[in-house]
């Protein structure tokens, strides 16, 4: 009798992995000092936040967005293989970071790219989102194709 392993067990493993080396290049920036604390919240920056509890906010802020991407990601055709890199990604990195500002009340971010100062969450973000629009504008134009034709 073979064990089945539920597909979630990949994700969730996948999860952690990112989630453990995005923390573990964190602590070590931290332990050298080099890294710029990131307070700013995104996209709610320009309002005044001084009544409110931040960590609990961005915390509530976190988990609408994902059950918002789980919405949008089971709406759209993409294979399983995409479909887990995109989920394991984008949950991982957005994770991650919600760890370090309910925890810290900021995020650890420590690569300069000229302007901008960004970790190895952000990245998983990025590209996870890149593959999900990718497919997303793939199947859009060969679903107008097919229908064309």
Known sequence: MALRISK???YISAMILFIALDQMVK???SIEERFIKNSEIPFLS?????????QILYFTVTIALVWLFLVLIEHLKIDENDRFWIV??????MFSNAIDRVLK????DYIKLSS???NIADI???IGMSILIFKSVYQLIFSRR???E
């Open 8 to 10: 979630y067990f990949y």
């Open 27 to 29: 602590a070590y920036m």
């Open 46 to 54: 320009k309002f005044d936040l001084s009544e409110i509890n931040t």
């Open 88 to 93: 394991s990604l984008i949950l991982s990195g």
């Open 105 to 108: 009340g900021y995020v650890v």
């Open 116 to 118: 901008l100062v960004i």
């Open 124 to 126: 998983f973000i990025a």
């Open 146 to 148: 097919r229908f064309h």
